[in-house]
Structure formats: C-alpha cells, structure tokens
C-alpha cells in the first residue's frame, strides 16, 4: 500500500519564475490538503483539494493555484516567485471524513 | 498564520526518561493529531484524539484531548535515541479538514 508520494524532492529557482509540484494521495484516498513549513516553524495551510475542486483555502495569495485530476492526484502551481516562498511544501491526504491527514515526505524549494 | 501554542519549545532529556509536551489553543477544536518530524521527512501521525477527555496511546506514547477541547497533551514513557525529532500537535475545526500546528516541541534524548 503506496503512502502519499511528492515530487521532485527539491527545486531550485529564481525570483520571479514559476513552479509546479506534485502529489499522489495514499491509496484510497480523495482529499488532497497543502501546507508550506518555513524553516523551524509549523506547517501552514495553503489550500486543499476534493472532486478537482478546491474547498478551502488558507491565507496565501492567489499566485498559489492548483489542481486535482481524476486520479485524485494533485499539482500546485506558485507563480511570480519570491524569496520568502522558499519552504518545504507538504502535501496531506485524507478521506473526505474523518479528518487524519497522512503526509508525503515533501518538496524543498528554493528560490534565489 | 494561526499557530497553537506548544511547550517546551525544546528539551534534552536522558534515555529511559518520561517526557511530557502541551499543547495549547484560544479556539476550540473538534480533533487533535499528534506529529513527529525528522530532518528533511514530512510529518508522521502518532495519534489522532477525536472526543473531549480521550485519552488514547500507541506504544510508549499516550495522549489527552483536554476536557475544554482548547488543548491536549502528549507523554513519552521511557525515551530513546530514536524518540528525536520535532513534536507537533495540530488541531482541526468542524466543517473543514484544515490542520492548525503548533509551534513544534524538539526532543533531544542524551545516551
């Protein structure tokens, strides 16, 4: 039974461009929730994913968008990229109901 | 961003010491999870609490929902090496899965 996997494990870009990344949920599993983990903090929630739709939604600004497919599977796309996006981006799945959150081991982005 | 409030912020400890970590919030939340993260590694759940007062353990690890659903708690018995890592509890409200973590609690266990 495959957990949650993230992908590339790291990015590096500069100021200004744009990235996407990508999630594939555990087995079974239909809701797809982002978060950013700043150095030596908690992760923050960005938004979270359910039938390609997005239903919530933290406090990020709309550069951060993304997607669900049909697989569940799910891509996020930052554009116009600033430093203080530098982060490790978490990826979370779930069923719809109960809540448990299992994560996927991440993306490190740097941005220069 | 919101954050719940966790203490210790760290704490080194010797092996086969029992640890005990809070967690603390102004809102009240519906159910709270219990995290640990290595260097580099996304979170892993260790338990999850869903009522008011439950109190549940996996393993070495037992921990609370707090009766006024506004903190819970976490206690390690006997620690070992691999118990280090950092320690976030997170909290979600009804009518949304979005998780709330902590601070984070690192634990450091010495030999």
């Known amino acids: 039974d495959a957990g949650v996997t993230q992908s590339p494990t790291h990015l590096i870009k500069t100021r200004g461009q744009q990235v996407t990344l990508r999630c594939s949920p555990k087995s079974g599993h239909d809701t797809v929730s982002w978060y950013q983990q700043a150095l030596g903090q908690g992760p923050q929630f960005i938004f979270q994913?359910?039938?390609?739709?997005?239903?919530q939604r933290g406090n990020f600004p709309d550069r951060f968008s993304g997607h669900q497919f049909p697989n569940y599977s799910s891509e996020p796309n930052v554009n116009a990229l600033l430093l203080g996006d530098s982060a490790l981006y978490l990826c979370a799945s779930s069923l719809a109901s109960p809540d448990t959150q299992y994560f996927g081991p991440g993306t490190r982005l740097t941005v220069l | 961003g919101q954050q719940l409030n966790q203490s210790p912020q760290s704490m080194f400890i010797q092996e086969g010491e029992d640890v005990s970590m809070n967690c603390t919030s102004s809102s009240i939340f519906n159910t709270w999870l219990w995290y640990k993260q290595e260097p580099g590694e996304g979170p892993v759940l260790l338990i999850a609490?869903?009522?008011?007062?439950e109190l549940t353990s996996n393993g070495r690890l037992t921990a609370q929902f707090g009766i006024t659903r506004k903190d819970s708690f976490l206690n390690i018995s006997a620690s070992i090496p691999s118990d280090v890592g950092i320690y976030f509890c997170a909290g979600v409200t009804g009518g949304g899965n979005k998780l709330t973590f902590g601070t984070g609690t690192q634990l450091k266990v010495e030999l």
């Open positions: 994913y359910y039938e390609e739709e997005e239903r």
């Open positions: 609490l869903y009522k008011a007062g």
